[in-house]
């Protein structure tokens, strides 16, 4: 079936540490991924995507690493930043056409500790 | 500021009311999209469309209608919308379909 989820709700960080944020999708045949930040009271905003023909994709700052083996996606942050505190989803396009159907996970909450 | 406009920002309705949510983006993007989000959830799609044509119904109430008159616009139509409606509701916008979404910030919309 198709489903997306992450592992944790919450995670907290010392500001300057590295996050990383983990995902996990079921629909072995999905083809591409993304990652949105959410901060209260604005839309979701595009951070990186990956597709499925690679593993790894960086960023300013983030990197997004993709394990079609085990169907798992993660976000790692370098340098944490109180900016960076939001909700973060994972988005997963389950391979059925052109059909720009987009599932989001459940979203974890980044808090960043001065 | 977002580049997908969406108004009003708020927006305060009663059962028997009727309302429009308007989005508008000037991008050049040819899919537009309509989601709902309620608190502490993620986004759930309600509709998708592809140059002006609608692809994706996500099985929504009829008491939501969209309409695209122009590669531009995306409107959504309410009436006699239920109380579990009030929601966040998200508008996006992409190139074409399958590639990144670029989402406005939402109407919030409260229903009594």
């Known amino acids: 079936g198709e489903s997306v989820g992450l592992h944790l709700p919450t995670l907290s960080v010392q500001e300057g540490d590295n996050s990383i944020i983990n995902c996990a999708y079921s629909?072995?045949?999905?083809?591409?991924f993304i990652w949105y930040k959410q901060e209260s009271g604005k839309g979701p905003q595009f951070i990186i995507d990956?597709?499925?023909?690679?593993d790894k994709r960086q960023g300013q700052r983030v990197t997004v690493l993709l394990n079609k083996t085990v169907k798992h996606l993660s976000l790692q942050i370098a340098a944490t930043q109180p900016g960076d505190s939001a909700v973060y989803f994972c988005?997963?396009?389950?391979?059925?056409?052109?059909?720009?159907?987009?599932?989001f996970g459940q979203g974890t909450t980044l808090q960043v500790k001065p | 500021d977002t580049e997908v406009t969406q108004t009003p920002k708020h927006l305060v309705m009663g059962m028997t009311n009727k309302k429009s949510l308007k989005c508008e983006q000037h991008?050049?993007?040819?899919?537009m999209y309509w989601y709902k989000q309620k608190a502490k959830k993620p986004p759930e799609l309600m509709f998708v469309?592809?140059?002006?044509?609608?692809?994706i119904n996500e099985s929504v109430p009829s008491r939501f209608s969209p309409e695209c008159p122009n590669s531009s616009l995306l409107n959504l139509h309410l009436h006699a919308l239920q109380p579990e409606d009030s929601a966040l509701y998200l508008c996006?916008?992409?190139?074409?379909?399958?590639?990144?979404?670029?989402f406005g910030n939402g109407t919030r919309l409260t229903v009594t």
């Open positions: 629909n072995s045949a999905s083809d591409y």
């Open positions: 988005a997963e396009t389950p391979f059925s056409g052109n059909t720009g159907k987009l599932i």
């Open positions: 990956i597709r499925s023909n690679m």
């Open positions: 991008m050049g993007h040819r899919a």
């Open positions: 469309y592809s140059y002006e044509k609608l692809s």
């Open positions: 996006a916008s992409s190139v074409k379909l399958n590639s990144p979404l670029h």
